[in-house]
T-cell receptor, first 112, second 114 residues
Framework: AQSVTQPDIHITVSEGASLELRCNYS??????LFWYVQSPGQGLQLLLK??????LVQGIKGFEAEFKRSQSSFNLRKPSVHWSDAAEYFC??????????FGKGTRLSVIA | DAGVIQSPRHEVTEMGQEVTLRCKPI?????LFWYRQTMMRGLELLIY????????DSGMPEDRFSAKMPNASFSTLKIQPSEPRDSAVYFC????????????FGDGTRLSIL
């Protein structure tokens, strides 16, 4: 069965600094990979997804993620963080046969 | 386009009472998922439907929980009787055919059982 690990429970970055959120997955075949963001009091919103092809995928709000098969990773990045990016971020992995499995999330705080 | 609509947004009730959460998926989506989110356990998949048919309810914690999808545009999650440990945020999500399709989430129902 597939699984997702987000090693960082909470990350704090300064506004304008770069960001990288880590995600590691376990799955035998090529997975479908997703990043979602959850703002307080709201549901999860899709940031980006990877199915195949170019391993660097662009998403909304200036986010990107890179699929690295050799490292079983799908890390989320943003070159310059804005205060409005403060939220909870979830990585998820899926296959063709089962629903998505979500990581436990990484809470991002942004300081001035 | 209207997203996934959940009601109520907040529910506060006393233990032992019946609680019904409602969800309207995005039109045309044929998968519907119910999740529970807590600080301790994170996001848990409770049950999901395909074309109104329950496919996997192994995540439903107890017999006190039940879910129905009488038609393609409506689903309910019911807890009877409710207990304080059921307090959580409950999300509904829907997607197009295929587990590789992204899920679209509602804004959730924050449930507090006193």
């Amino acid at each position: 069965a597939q699984s997702v690990t987000q090693p960082d429970i909470h990350i704090t970055v300064s506004e304008g600094a770069s960001l990288e959120l880590r995600c590691n997955y376990s799955y035998g075949a090529t997975p479908y990979l997703f990043w979602y963001v959850q703002s307080p009091g709201q549901g999860l919103q899709l940031l980006l997804k990877y199915f195949s092809g170019d391993t660097l995928v662009q998403g909304i709000k200036g986010f990107e993620a890179e699929f690295k098969r050799s490292q079983s990773s799908f890390n989320l990045r943003k070159p310059s963080v804005h205060w409005s990016d403060a939220a909870e971020y979830f990585c998820a992995v899926g296959s063709g046969n089962t629903p998505l499995v979500f990581g436990k999330g990484t809470r991002l705080s942004v300081i001035a | 386009d209207a997203g996934v609509i959940q009601s109520p947004r907040h529910e506060v009730t006393e233990m032992g009472q019946e609680v019904t959460l409602r969800c309207k998926p995005i039109s045309g989506h044929d998968y519907l998922f119910w999740y529970r989110q807590t600080m301790m356990r994170g996001l848990e998949l409770l049950i999901y439907f395909n074309n109104n048919v329950p496919i996997d309810d192994s995540g439903m914690p107890e017999d006190r929980f039940s879910a129905k999808m009488p038609n393609a545009s409506f689903s309910t999650l019911k807890i009877q009787p409710s207990e304080p440990r059921d307090s959580a945020v409950y999300f509904c999500a829907s997607s197009w055919t295929g587990y590789n399709q992204p899920q679209h989430f509602g804004d959730g129902t924050r449930l507090s059982i006193l």
